[in-house]
């Protein structure tokens, strides 16, 4: 076997100290119509409020038009422009998490990261446009002057989950779905993601919730508390739409190990209910 493409490189865990976070203002009147646009702005202003308190803040915002509004709809909120620093750069949407460039830290040197670009098709190509929002990972590691590595292989953030310990959970309704990576096997991608996300075991669970329009996404089911504990969403109402799926992943976290044969300590956490 080959060596690892970021070898001496490893994906942190969601608890690790951050620099920032990446927002994107929403503006698409697609998936924001009519009344909804307010609605969610107004959302965001309490997002930032309450964060830009604790972390700097980098907006994206995609043109000077939505630049304007947003520093209008700012003077009216308790928000210090210096903890916001603006990116006037074309977006498709909102969903930072799922486009926007995953982070691989240096083993030996914690201050040292690179930036692995994955390709975004907007959840199996449902909601085209999707190419800007695709050139963002790129973006950041040029601007920023951060090694990026491109893997080659459709991928969104919200669907793989790290312990920052070599573990990482993922589910095979995102990422066997012939959506995403019809020419790639589930032994090719588990290779994959362990070469660039510097990872040793690939947790895989079979389904997410009921209805996602993301097919499953490992962060609306399952996540790492610390790196040997995970909290799993679970119903106890043998009629609701995702009881099966949800008892199904319990059964195979209860299975499975970490690279160094433990298993893992599971809470769980009551989902929101499904109507029959």
């Given amino acids: 076997m080959s060596k690892p493409i970021t070898k001496g490189f490893q994906m942190p865990a969601e608890w690790y100290p951050h620099a920032a976070t990446q927002l994107h203002w929403p503006s698409n009147p697609e998936t924001w119509p009519d009344e909804r646009l307010?609605?969610?702005?107004?959302v965001y202003l309490e997002i930032i409020e309450l964060l830009h308190r604790y972390?700097?803040?980098?907006?994206?915002?995609?043109?000077?038009?939505?630049?304007?509004?947003?520093?209008?709809?700012?003077?009216?909120?308790?928000?210090?422009?210096?903890?916001?620093?603006?990116?006037?750069?074309?977006?498709?949407?909102?969903?930072?998490?799922?486009?926007?460039?995953?982070?691989?830290?240096?083993?030996?040197?914690?201050?040292?990261?690179?930036?692995?670009?994955?390709?975004?098709?907007?959840?199996?190509?449902?909601?085209?446009?999707?190419?800007?929002?695709?050139?963002?990972?790129?973006?950041?590691?040029?601007?920023?002057?951060?090694?990026?590595?491109?893997?080659g292989m459709v991928l969104e953030g919200g669907s793989i989950e790290s312990n920052g310990d070599g573990v990482l959970?993922?589910?095979?309704?995102?990422?066997?779905?012939?959506?995403?990576?019809?020419?790639?096997?589930?032994?090719?991608?588990?290779?994959?993601?362990?070469?660039?996300?510097?990872?040793?075991?690939?947790?895989?669970?079979?389904?997410?919730?009921?209805?996602?329009?993301?097919?499953?996404?490992?962060?609306?089911?399952?996540?790492?508390?610390?790196p040997s504990t995970i909290l799993l969403m679970q119903v106890e109402d043998p009629e609701d739409v995702n009881y099966d799926a949800l008892k199904e992943n319990l059964e195979i976290l209860k299975e499975a190990t970490n690279q160094h044969g433990n298993t893992f300590a599971i809470e769980t956490l009551p989902a929101a209910q499904h109507p029959h």
């Fill in 38 to 42: 307010p609605r969610v702005e107004s």
């Fill in 55 to 151: 972390e700097p803040i980098h907006l994206f915002v995609e043109d000077n038009e939505v630049y304007r509004r947003v520093l209008n709809l700012f003077e009216n909120r308790d928000i210090n422009l210096d903890r916001v620093t603006f990116h006037l750069q074309p977006i498709n949407d909102v969903w930072a998490r799922d486009c926007g460039p995953i982070f691989i830290r240096q083993n030996d040197n914690h201050d040292v990261f690179a930036i692995t670009d994955w390709e975004y098709n907007a959840w199996g190509g449902k909601y085209p446009p999707y190419d800007d929002d695709n050139h963002l990972p790129k973006y950041m590691a040029e601007k920023f002057g951060i090694q990026r590595f491109e893997p």
């Fill in 169 to 226: 959970m993922t589910t095979e309704s995102v990422l066997l779905n012939p959506n995403r990576n019809p020419d790639m096997s589930k032994a090719d991608i588990e290779q994959r993601l362990k070469e660039y996300l510097g990872v040793q075991q690939v947790i895989w669970l079979n389904r997410g919730l009921a209805g996602d329009d993301t097919d499953g996404h490992i962060d609306d089911i399952a996540r790492f508390l610390n």
